[in-house]
């Protein structure tokens, strides 16, 4: 039952991120995107990071999905009827793309990973919250500062004026 | 089946695609989208990496997080100079930009 769930995640992710690169509507992109972003989430759940895939959904799904799909609907034209996004050096980078995917299977491949031993895990939550407060507690404030002056930026940025 | 090499091939295939999103999409957008995928195929090998290298901590996990956290950074900015552009040159087509050109 959960090789078939794995795989059932396995396969949506790798669909819908197909089509999120080559669906000629850009809202098929961005819906597929929603599609690749919830299956992550699920392989997420497998790997036993509960709370990385609450986050996944949270912040990808509920943030920067609607924000993509904002942008797309505030910068194409209303009145057209498919939000149409064209390509460029499909062939040439259809090649790059592979020659990079079969570079990266090569390494997979010839690489002699160092697997430990199963570990089960119960709840991430606590463990994480503790590694934020302590060992990473100056990456975890300079990156609260980075997001607020991030946010700022892109308000004023986008602002009328 | 849930290996550490599927969970490998599949980031390598979300980050191949993410790559030819971002080299052949014309639409800022669209370009976005793939860089994107090329970060969660990053997130998902952390993830993978943390439960199956053998190791005690949670460090991986506190790492992916960085990167969600970064992921929304960009896209709030990054969208905010999409917008401007379309305010600018009227499209958001990449190779509309070009008024640094002399």
């Known amino acids: ?161 | 089946m849930d290996s550490l090499l599927s969970y490998l091939i599949i980031a390598a295939m979300l980050f191949s695609m993410g790559i030819y999103g971002v080299v052949t999409r014309k639409n800022a957008i669209a370009i976005l989208m793939g860089i994107e995928l090329i970060l969660n195929s990053a997130n998902i090998n952390f993830i993978a990496f943390n439960r199956f290298g053998g190791m005690q901590n949670l460090d991986g996990h506190v790492f992916s997080m960085f990167v969600i956290v970064l992921a929304a950074a960009e896209a709030a900015v990054a969208l905010a100079i999409v917008i401007n552009l379309f305010k600018n040159v009227g499209s958001v087509n990449v190779d509309d930009a070009d008024l640094l050109k002399g």
């Open chain 1, 1 to 161: 039952m959960a090789e078939y769930l794995f795989l059932f995640m396995a396969a949506l992710v790798i669909a819908s991120a197909f089509w999120v690169v080559f669906s000629p509507n850009l809202i098929h992109s961005a819906v597929s995107l929603l599609f690749t972003l919830f299956g992550t989430a699920g392989l997420y759940v497998f790997l036993y990071a509960d709370f990385i895939a609450g986050t996944q959904i949270v912040i990808y799904v509920g943030g920067i999905l609607v924000l993509i799909i904002f942008g797309v609907m505030l910068t194409s034209k209303i009145d057209s009827p498919s939000i149409a996004s064209s390509s460029a050096n499909q062939f040439i980078g259809g090649m790059g793309a592979f020659a990079i995917f079969v570079m990266q299977v090569a390494v997979i491949f010839n690489t002699p990973w160092n697997i430990g031993s199963e570990q089960y895990r119960d709840a991430t939550v606590g463990a994480i919250g503790k590694l934020l407060l302590t060992n990473y507690l100056l990456p975890f404030e300079i990156i609260s500062i980075l997001l607020l002056a991030a946010l700022m930026g892109a308000a004023l940025l986008s602002r009328r004026n």
